[in-house]
């Protein structure tokens, strides 16, 4: 078991965070990640608070975040004078511009839908009854 002061190298840290060193790296560039302190013989080592953040970074993503808001949801949190309040406001920000992208995802779904059931599928593509009507709905 390891000790909370252990550390570890990039690839031990790409491993343990499912992510590629690149990632790390790119993470590292951008701010989104502290730069690693380095070794006597130069290497890179990371602790156990890097790979907390890799997958909070990574929990985010999958919840919609970009990664510059992730960086900001990271700096919210050692901001002096911000509260839980502010977080929420990100995370209801975040809520109604997914529901904005499923409300128009399923507006696509729906005109895409009349179009595909509107189409013959005979005859030759230069008559093809599917690209006249998406052609039609392009002149509106």
Do not use: W
């Amino acid at each position: 078991m390891k000790t909370v002061n252990s550390s570890m190298t990039v690839g031990t840290l790409a491993r343990q965070a499912g992510v590629k060193i690149d990632t790390i790296r790119y993470y590292e560039r951008h701010g989104l990640l502290p730069k690693a302190s380095r070794t006597n013989s130069g290497y890179r080592v990371f602790t156990h608070v890097s790979v907390d953040r890799l997958k909070f970074i990574k929990e985010a993503q999958a919840l919609g975040f970009t990664l510059n808001e992730v960086k900001q949801l990271l700096a919210l949190r050692v901001s002096p004078g911000m509260t839980c309040n502010d977080v929420r406001e990100r995370a209801e920000a975040k809520v109604a511009d997914i529901q904005y992208k499923v409300d128009s995802l399923l507006a696509m779904t729906r005109a895409l839908q009349q179009l595909v059931s509107a189409c013959e599928a005979v005859g030759p593509a230069s008559e093809c009854s599917f690209l006249t009507n998406l052609h039609e709905r392009s002149l509106r």
